[in-house]
């Protein structure tokens, strides 16, 4: 809510309750009246990940501000709090927050104007940021409203992640005043205040999880210089009979710079690298889930604060992108109808190894997993260039790029599998009750165990030395026209011209033999037919100008029954895991887990069955007459 006094400022004023008794906050996010306010919105939820940034030595922290950044569908922005004031000793928190926008690959100065900028760079200067911790929370909320006040309810599962691991994990459930007066706020306070699965928060997330961070590291004594176990996160205040009264962690007068030091472990970084901070501070033991195996969902002592050693330090050039190899391309291949083979592949070749050198960054940073997305493409692309291409050069100066390309999409494919999951996974869940969500989450948070995994081994292939050689080789072959290209006798067939009418044609042959057993076919089949029709638009799109105006639409109609096998293929691949896991987990899992993970299952069964009855609109879109008439006529402009 604005405050009237200082429009520059606005004043956020909210009730803050850390959640002691699990079914406590739901309680309230699904009650029909809380002090007198009713429900105007139905419960929505979202996953809403927050980086605060710093300098190295706190500069924000000691001038009483908190700075985040926070990744949406619409872009960065960034956020800065003031410390929290209470109203008359009360549970009634206030503080002054800033917004605007941001880019998380830039520094500050750099920023669109905004009160949020001006006073970071009031307080920092110029001098480096760096991410001290990661808050992840689900967050469920809903309106209330009373004689003309508006409130925002909103429960927080919350996972402070530092270094890429769960350091800590807590609820809390916030009351925010969105309009009306404030003493509307006081009556709620009372009600909650009176419940004993609560009690009232004396800190701010932030603080919470930087008392997590701190607790991650192991203590030394100041008397005997002897190690000690880590400070329990939810207990920092506390008596310690095993250290000096200097020993003790509080909330209050927190060394900020230390925490940096625990959270990164090195010297600060520019804001450019803090896209790859995740990348830059990972090391193989420090993981803190299991390999990707048919595992539990994470248990709660999977989490806990534990000792771990610090990284060691990797220079900028592991990391920054802006040292790969530069690729100037056009706004497609290029491919011509006279090119030599070797060429037109190279052309194919160089186009998508500058997208997948463009999106490494964006990648890095996974605040947008389009980034990603758009790499594993990038790299699929090359991947059937060689399948196309591949004859027209020598294989034994080949088989390294052709072997460390592999890799690569192998790593980034297994990522981008688990985003999938995760999206649909998360649109489905949308509509669901808060504890039907609840009860789906043994599954789904196993899975995003899994997905950090796979993120953690891309981030290592991408930091490795061989990656970084094997790029400056791959974009030295793609740059020089003849390199390693196969030897060809005047009277072979070496052209464009010469050899893509026949490539395409032998592709098509290869769907139009699903036709006789389409109507009867299970979806292993499909899944086949499917990676037919990707063979066939990849024929289809490395040629595209040579081939005329007729090849976008056919490339559009192969793409449609593409993506309908695609999206069927997910749901099946879905609901084969949520099966597993529910044998894997049985005697693990409570009947309410087991009947809604059950129901997931039903659901992807349907939308299978469903995809699978709807194949036959995009099929006939590529085997009918319209397709092999326009197939015919943009081969023999060849």
Known sequence: MTSTSNPRRPIEVELKYRVVEPTAGDRYLVADEIAGFVPSSAVRSSQVEDRYIDTADGALARAGFAARLRQTAKGTTVA?????????????????????????????????????????????????????????????????????TTVELSL???????????????????????????????????????????????????ERALRAVIATEPRRSKRNGRVLPPVDVDDADGDDRDTDRDDRRRDDGLDVGRIVAAALGEAAMEPEATASADATTREPEAAAVESPAKDAAPSAAATEATPRPKPRARTDAAVETHDRPRLTVGKTPGVLADDHLAEAGRKVLRFHLARMIAKEKGTRDGGDAEDLHSMRVATRRQRAAWRIFGEAFRKGRTKAHRGRLREVATRLGAVRDLDV???????????????????????????????????????????????ARWLDDYAEFVRHEGLAAGQTGPTEPHRVRDTAGSRILASYEHVRAYEPVLRWADVETLHELRIAAKWLRYSLEFVREALGKDADQLIARVTALQDHLGLMHDADVAAHLARDFLVDRAGDLSDAESSAIGRYLVNREREVNRLRRGVGVPWRGVSGVWFRRGLGRALAGL
């Open 80 to 148: 800065v709090k003031s410390a929290v004031r209470r109203l008359n000793g009360g549970n009634v928190h206030r503080r002054e927050e800033l917004e605007g926008p941001a880019d998380r690959t830039a520094h500050p100065r750099d920023w669109p104007a905004s009160d949020a900028r001006s006073l970071i760079l009031e307080q920092c200067g110029d001098a480096p940021l760096v991410e001290v911790v990661t808050i992840r929370q689900l967050r469920r909320k809903r309106l209330l409203r009373a004689d003309g």
């Open 156 to 206: 927080d599962e919350v996972d402070a992640v530092a270094r890429s691991r769960v350091v800590g994990r807590f609820v809390e459930l916030e009351v925010e005043l969105v309009t009306g007066r404030e003493t509307g706020l006081m009556a709620i306070d009372r009600t909650l205040a009176a419940d004993p699965g609560l009690v009232a928060a004396d800190s701010s997330k932030l």
């Open 421 to 467: 999951l995760l999206e649909a996974a998360d649109a489905y869940r949308g509509d669901l009750t808060v504890a039907e969500q609840r009860a789906l989450e043994p599954l789904f948070a196993t899975w995003r165990v899994h997905r950090e995994d796979a993120r953690q081994l891309l981030i290592r292939e991408l930091d490795s030395d061989g990656y």
